[in-house]
């Protein structure tokens, strides 16, 4: 899609220490230089764990590496008795650009509702962060309502109130396909991220839906990103495993090579 800047986005997890972080970012920033790639034709951003972001935001500034910097969680609240939280207004002191928001391993581990889901893109939203909106059924609900009906419900329920002029960012992530090394079909992830447009443009309207990033994630690769990408309305990954290997993330990150 033209208008649409493809993004690829490394979610770390709880992977890599702050030196090692440092390391693999200056290790991919040499990868992409030597294949001659060019920086401004798809966004890049990585998403290492809190402990990290000082340091690799350090790196980005001082050797000029045109990669987004993002967070992988941030409180509901901006300030006060939150033992262990994390406020949104530190990290846009950090400089940090976007922040991952209701992956399926938090809704899991962490027991976040919708509700928690959207309350924390309003916390992104008044700091001027993007939230990554994560969305995406298990196998269960594959089973018994099909692809869409449950990451559309997810998706209504994160965009609730938000501004029209809002920036966002969309990512379809079917449960089942993340770590498991069996990704959806492009067709698969084609179909829902079209209704998940739909739940943008009813939500906060036209422009947005046009303007709207949607990434597909799960069990991407250097060997299927192509397919996803050919996708009308697929305009980018969120990648984990694989964000973590220089090489193969370099090669996802080419995907038009
Ligand atoms: C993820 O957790 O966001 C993800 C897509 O993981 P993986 O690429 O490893 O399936």
Redesign the pocket.
């Known amino acids: 899609p033209a208008q649409r800047t493809p993004l690829i986005a490394g979610?770390w997890?709880m992977n890599l220490d702050h030196l090692q972080a440092v390391a693999f970012v200056q290790k991919l920033h040499w990868a992409l230089k030597d294949a001659k790639h060019e920086f401004d034709t798809v966004d890049v951003s990585v998403f290492p764990p809190f402990t990290d972001l000082r340091s690799v935001q350090t790196l980005l500034d001082a050797d000029k590496i045109p990669f987004g910097l993002g967070a992988q969680d941030l409180s509901i609240h901006d300030s006060g008795a939150y033992t262990g939280e994390v406020s949104g207004v530190f990290l846009k002191r950090l400089d940090v650009r976007s922040v991952i928001i209701g992956?399926s391993?938090r809704r899991e581990y962490h027991a976040e509702t919708d509700e928690v889901v959207a309350a924390k893109v309003q916390a992104a939203l008044r700091h001027e962060l993007v939230p990554v909106i994560c969305v995406g059924e298990t196998a269960e609900d594959l089973e018994r309502h099909g692809a869409s009906a449950v990451p559309v419900g997810q998706l209504e329920a994160a965009l609730a109130g938000v501004p029209a002029s809002a920036d966002v960012v969309v990512a379809y992530?079917p449960v089942w396909?993340?770590?498991?090394g069996q990704a959806a079909t492009p067709e698969q992830a084609q179909e829902v991220c079209a209704k998940l447009r739909d739940v943008v443009r009813a939500a906060l309207g036209d422009d947005a839906a046009a303007r709207t990033r949607i990434l597909y994630?799960?069990?991407?690769k250097a060997a299927n990103i192509a397919s996803f990408m050919r996708q009308p309305d697929v305009d980018g990954a969120?990648?984990?495993?694989?964000s973590l290997l220089v090489d193969e993330f370099a090669s996802i990150i080419r995907f038009r090579k």
């Open positions: 979610n997890k992956h391993e992530e396909a993340i770590g498991s994630g799960g069990s991407v969120l990648v984990g495993g694989a």
